[in-house]
C-alpha cells in the first residue's frame, strides 16, 4: 500500500475513534482526551529524552510526573468547565510549572533549570491547549460535541486537503527554511476545504445535536483553524527539525506519532475558544 493508501487507512481508524469517543457522552470525551494527553506526553519525552541533563531513574520520573501533572489539568478544566467545581480551581494549573522548580532542588542536575524549561515546556505545549477542548464542549452549558467536533473536521479537512494540494499542485513554498515541503497551494487548499467543509456542518450539525449555529461562525471557525493549524504544523515541523527527526513517533501509520497528527489542533483548540469565549456568548 503506497503512502497515500496508508495515511488514508489510518486516517479513517482514527476518525472513527476520536469521532466515536467525543460523540458518546461527556465521561467519554473526558477519557479519550486524557489518553490523548498521555500518548502526547509520552512522545514529547521521547523526543526530548536525550535533552535532560539527568540520571536515567529522573528521566523516567520527569515523564510520570508529567504524565500526572498533565492528566490533572486536563481534568481540573474538565470539571470548572463542567460546572462540577468551582472556577478559582483554574488558579491550581499555575503550581505545576512551579513545583517543577521545586523538584530540580533535589535532582542534582548540571543544569537544572534546563530541565524545568523542557518539564514544563511539555505542560505549556500539549496539556494546556488541549484542555481548552472542554471549554468548547461545554461552551453552551450542558456537554455538546458541535463546536469541538466541528473545530476537530476543519483541523482534518485543513491537514489533508493541504496535504494533498501540496503534493500534486505545490509549486511555491510557504516556509522552506523550516519546512521544505510545505506551499502556499497547499495552505489555500486546505483553507478551501475548510470553508467547504464548515458549510457541510452547518447543515448538518443542528439536526444531530439540536444546536443552531450560523454559517458565519462556522466559516470564521474554519478559517481561524486553518491558519492556526498551519502554524502548529509549521511550529512541530521547527521543533524537529531542530531535533534532526522526521517524525515524533511511529503510533500512526503513514501519520508519524500522535504529536504529529494533534500538532494543528494544539493551536486551534485554544484560538478558536478564544474567539467564541470574547465573540460569542
Given at each position: ?6 495515511r ?9 475513534v ?8 461527556e ?26 541533563t ?14 500526572i501533572?498533565?492528566?490533572?489539568i486536563?481534568?481540573?478544566v ?10 478559582i ?23 537544572p ?30 456537554y455538546s ?15 489533508s ?37 464548515a ?21 470564521i ?27 515524533t ?30 465573540f460569542?456568548?
Amino acid at each position: 500500500m503506497g503512502d497515500i493508501g496508508t495515511r488514508i487507512v489510518t486516517g479513517i481508524f482514527f476518525l472513527i475513534v476520536m469521532i466515536g469517543g467525543v460523540m458518546l457522552s461527556e465521561y467519554s470525551f473526558l477519557i479519550l482526551f486524557c489518553l490523548l494527553v498521555v500518548l502526547c506526553i509520552n512522545e514529547f519525552h521521547g523526543i526530548t529524552h536525550n535533552l535532560l541533563t539527568s540520571t536515567p531513574k529522573w528521566k523516567s520520573t520527569y515523564k510520570l510526573i508529567n504524565t500526572i501533572f498533565s492528566v490533572v489539568i486536563f481534568g481540573i478544566v474538565f470539571f470548572v468547565a463542567s460546572k462540577k467545581i468551582k472556577l478559582i480551581s483554574l488558579s491550581l494549573i499555575c503550581g505545576f510549572p512551579l513545583t517543577w522548580l521545586v523538584i530540580e532542588m533535589y535532582t542534582k542536575s548540571e543544569r537544572p533549570f534546563y530541565n524545568v524549561c523542557l518539564n514544563s515546556m511539555a505542560i505549556f505545549y500539549i496539556a494546556i491547549p488541549l484542555s481548552s477542548a472542554s471549554l468548547l464542549a461545554f461552551h453552551d452549558g450542558d456537554y455538546s460535541w458541535h463546536y469541538l467536533l466541528a473545530i476537530m473536521v476543519f483541523a482534518w479537512a485543513n491537514d489533508s486537503w493541504a496535504y494533498l494540494s501540496g503534493r500534486f499542485l505545490g509549486k511555491h513554498k510557504l516556509f522552506e527554511r523550516i519546512s521544505p515541503k510545505k506551499t502556499w497551494e497547499g495552505f489555500f487548499g486546505g483553507m478551501i476545504a475548510t470553508i467547504v467543509f464548515a458549510y457541510i456542518v452547518y447543515l448538518l450539525f443542528p439536526k444531530w445535536t439540536g444546536y443552531s449555529v450560523s454559517l458565519t461562525t462556522y466559516i470564521i471557525l474554519a478559517i481561524i483553524t486553518s491558519i492556526t493549524s498551519t502554524y502548529g504544523d509549521l511550529a512541530e515541523s521547527m521543533i524537529k527539525r531542530n531535533l534532526q527527526i522526521k517524525d515524533t513517533g511511529t503510533a500512526l501509520p503513514g501519520h508519524g506519532g500522535f504529536l504529529d497528527r494533534f500538532d494543528g489542533l494544539i493551536f486551534s483548540l485554544p484560538a478558536c475558544t478564544l474567539y467564541l469565549t470574547f465573540f460569542m456568548k
